[in-house]
């Protein structure tokens, strides 16, 4: 996007140099030349401060003020500056907390399971007996075509106590599933994100395996490996890249979990509570009216989601260096 | 799920920038106009059948312009809406609010007092209604309609069993016994959420809040709402009540196949049930609501809405005289009532003829039931100034209590907890 790494590339590429240097001799040199490229990044950046950066400072700041109001309240209430008055009471809101550690669990559960899954899925996919490798590709990627809140809405039939044809099935064996148990109803969530999303990863896994030269699994294979030994000792280490990545994406979507209990809510006899997921949680603040402690909820949450990122990448990245 | 925190957390910028935009669109409020110029009023709702009363309006008001713009349904984003352009100063003159939030728009300083021109209507309206538009002695708005309470029920299965509709509760809860004993999957009723079950709290006389001195007043655990959710509660622990959430499409089916009795509700869920419930055609029918006590006659309320006067308006008196006209003019709400099934608040329209007999109910005239209730609700049931929040925590609760985790009772005694601590958090005089 700079300056710096075209310069250092120019000498490698001599054909091109012809061109720069005729317009260096009909423009002046200095600013223009800089303010061509700056030019051309002037509507990213301009969008990119004002739809992504900016929002996030104004939340942080709104963050730090908390509302004020006297008496019966009829007049417009007033935001006093208390830097961490939201802060604290966020760290103290039972509910909020729980639900950080709610999505907290549901990521250490259902990330891995997912990935696993994707991952078998695509080594399968790959593999070279495989047939129908184009239908299974399509048909495990179709779930997260569709829409999460569409899909949620068709498992909350699914789920639904009084019209759960899951349950009807099972009913000749007397047994049901009581998806909306409260101690269920977390993992009732985990199975339709998983549903949705194992898909999604195990395409970008599977386009890593492509990757692999042929020469090397051909190799392998001369020496006598099995398709086991190569998916173990080849395949999987040569798509580590692909697994940190949709790693560290999974573990973004956990502590963002909203869309599937958020429309399973109504349905879920009081499972799921108004502050199921930290996002819930602070959409009801939002939905309260108090925007400074909805901001403060979500910069506490993105800062837990950046510190777990974080560690995730700096000890996969140790690994790199073993 | 992925991709909405970005989003949230510039919620408050992105909305900002919104605004921004959506102000641009000339919803500036009224204008102190030379006489000989039009008075240009904003109005903004969501009821289908405004846009057409809007037009009216103007067609016969050559004096004053309203400029009708529809907003999401306000628990969907409108009422954040209207509250943003508020704070923004670019509000419109005029929107809907329903009765519950309009304590909740006056205590963010989100009104305007219109008493001056209000003052000289109040007969015009019933007196629950004029009371929802009140606080203390400011006037934020005209009412437009109301949900007086009655008893839906299933008349084809009630003279099937032999039953007559329930007259008391008492008489209630032993048909629901009867109902549940000819079949385990026959119900009384279902779970009743936020509005609707505050609608069984006010017919018992059971405030959730008032106004003291200058102070709010929280209720919501008092002896008479315990005794009705104490009694509510008693049909859960019998297994009386379905599971079936309302609205859900498994509690229209119930409505239809006859596993769901009954449904005690406003005179707006004659269109819901209608709607929702094609199978029940011609098994329902309106009865009064069940009392507490034989011979009372008590009638709780759910719903309904007003035209507000949003704070940073102008031209109040314009204003004023549209939200008047929408709530009591014959002809617009004549056509309102076909179009959104709304129910007047206004006395004097009870008897319209749009308000018929419908085949769905078996030709019954359910429309004199609730005209005969009306003047029976309660006038003296006030909202707070938090609702959003209340309901939100109530919900939480209730929702566990009708599947038999935790009582309605502990539900009501939560929610009010958390109001009271989010009230003097914020700074509000709460009574003691």
Sequence with gaps: MTHAPAAHRAPARRPATTTPSRRTRETPPGRPRRLGPLLFCAPF??????????????????????????????????????????????????????????????????????????????????????????????????????????????????????????????????????????????????????????????????????????????????????????AWSIKIPAVRGALVLTTVFSIIGSAQLYNEPAVLQPVSGGSISSAFTPLMSAQSAVAAGNYPYAAAQSVLLAVAVGMVSLIFFKLTRRGDHA | MKRSFIRFVGIGGALTLAL?????????????????????????????????????????????????????????????????????????????????????????????DVAEHAAPAKSEYQSAAWNSVTLSNAVYGAPVDTGPMALFYNKKLFDSLGLKPPTTWAEYRAAGEKIHASDPKRFISSPYQDYDYAGLAWQAGADWFGVEKDAWKVSMASAENKKVADYWQGLVDKDLISSAPMYDQAWYTGLGNGTIATVVGAVWQAGVIKGGAKEGAGQWAVAPMPQWEKGDKKVGNAGGSATAVLNGCKNTAAAWEFAHWLGTDKDAFGKLIEKASLY?????????????????????????????????????????????????????????????????????????????????????????
């Design chain 1, 45 to 230: 950046v301009v969008l990119f401060v004002a739809m992504y950066i900016a929002p996030i400072l104004y939340a942080a700041y709104n963050s730090l003020f908390t509302i004020r109001r006297s008496g019966l309240g009829l007049t417009a209430p007033t935001e006093v500056f208390a830097p961490l008055d939201n802060y604290a009471r966020a760290l103290h809101d039972g509910s909020f907390t729980a639900s950080l550690g709610r999505v907290a669990l549901f990521g250490v559960v259902q990330v891995p399971l997912m990935l696993g899954l994707a991952l078998a899925l695509a080594l399968l996919i790959d593999s070279k007996s495989a047939r129908g490798k184009g239908f299974f590709r399509l048909t495990s990627f179709v779930p997260y075509a569709i829409p999460g809140v569409s899909a949620a809405l068709v498992w909350s039939f699914m789920y639904s106590s009084t019209s759960s044809p899951l349950n009807r099935l099972l009913e000749p064996l007397a047994v049901t599933v009581p998806f909306f148990d409260e101690d269920v109803v977390l993992w009732s969530v985990a199975n339709i994100v998983t549903w949705s999303w194992a898909g999604y990863n195990m395409i970008i896994i599977y386009a890593a395996l492509q990757s692999i030269p042929a020469e090397v699994l051909e190799a392998a294979r001369m020496d006598g490996a099995s398709a086991l030994r190569i």
């Design chain 2, 344 to 432: 007047p608040a206004a006395s004097d329209l009870l008897y319209l003829p749009q308000l018929k007999a419908d085949p769905y109910f078996g030709g019954q005239q359910i429309y004199e039931v609730f005209a005969a209730a009306t003047p029976d609700v309660d006038p003296e049931w006030t909202w707070g100034p938090l609702m959003t929040s209340t309901v939100t925590d109530l919900n939480d609760g209730l929702g566990k209590a009708w599947t038999g985790k935790g009582t309605i009772a502990q539900a009501l005694s939560h929610a009010q907890d958390s109001t009271v601590a989010e009230m003097r958090k914020q700074g509000l005089a709460v009574a003691p």
């Design chain 2, 20 to 112: 921004a935009a959506t102000g641009c669109t000339g919803s500036s409020s009224g204008s102190d106009s030379a006489p000989d110029q039009k008075a240009s009023i904003t109005f903004w709702g969501w009821a289908p059948g405004y846009e057409d009363a809007v037009k009216a309006f103007n067609a016969s008001h050559p004096g004053i312009e309203v400029t009708y713009q529809t907003v999401q349904p306000g628990a969907k984003g409108g009422y954040q809406k209207m509250l943003n352009a508020v704070k923004a100063g670019n509000a419109p003159c005029l929107a809907q609010v329903g009765y519950e939030t309009m304590p909740s728009f006056a205590a963010q300083g989100a009104l305007q």
